[in-house]
């Protein structure tokens, strides 16, 4: 099973600022990483697959990039709505698919 | 497409849960996606349990593969989820998605039902 380790746990920022996420894999799934945004008391939503592809209609201030073991998600200018945790998760080595644990996107 | 868990909120340890996932939109039957349950406990992360493809055949978690079925239900547009022999750890929010079958990520996802496991 590939191992997601998301870094860090908690990230505060401030609105209008720019937020830097990371996540790493245990081993290289190659490009086959999505990005989710989960708030309280909701389903996740969908940001980036491919590694670097946004979802339908997510804005382009999220953008994610990497490849291989290492990733990151950057948010460019953080809006009231951004203030989330977010998840990696791996669709490179089945089974299973694994999310790593999330960060905490507060506001400084 | 929208997806609509339901089921018991509370389960007795030892026994089966067992959850609908109603689908909206679209035919469990047809497009080339998987159907998917996670799950995620209180205050931590995500959990995938396992799919099922639009043909019907599945695949599920090597550490749940012992306790878990999924199936559908055409007539109803319905993917259901079974976990047998449940504990307090099965305790969590199940979530029911629509994984894309070429790529794999999750694009639709349910608002989520709470499962708590407890006597």
């Known amino acids: 099973e590939i191992v997601m380790t998301q870094s860090p746990a908690t990230l505060s920022v401030s609105p209008g600022e720019r937020a830097t996420l990371s996540c790493r894999a245990s081993q290289s799934v190659s490009s086959n990483l999505a990005w989710y945004q989960q708030k309280p008391g909701q389903a996740p939503r969908l940001l980036i697959y491919n590694a670097s592809t946004r979802a339908t209609r997510i804005p382009s201030r999220f953008s994610g990039s990497g490849s291989g073991t290492e990733f990151t998600l950057t948010i460019s200018s953080l809006q009231s709505e951004d203030f989330a945790v977010y998840y990696c998760?791996?669709?490179?080595?089945?089974?299973?698919?694994?999310f790593g644990q999330g960060t905490k996107v507060e506001v400084k | 497409v929208q997806l609509q868990e339901s089921g018991p909120g509370l389960v007795k340890p030892s026994q089966t849960l067992s959850l609908t996932c109603t689908v909206s939109?679209?035919?469990?039957?047809?497009?080339?996606?998987?159907w998917s349950w996670i799950r995620q406990p209180a205050g931590k992360g995500l959990e995938w349990i396992g799919r099922m493809y639009t043909s019907g055949s599945t695949n599920y978690h090597p550490s749940l593969e012992s306790r878990v079925t999924i199936s559908g239900d055409t007539s109803k547009n319905q993917i259901s989820l079974k976990l047998t022999s449940v504990t307090a750890a099965d305790t969590a929010v199940y979530y029911c998605?629509?994984?894309?079958?070429?790529?794999?990520?999750?694009?639709?996802w349910g608002q989520g039902t709470t499962v708590i496991v407890s006597s």
């Open positions: 939109g679209g035919s469990i039957r047809s497009g080339s996606y998987y």
């Open positions: 998760q791996q669709y490179h080595n089945w089974p299973p698919w694994t």
């Open positions: 998605a629509r994984e894309d079958q070429i790529l794999n990520f999750l694009d639709v």
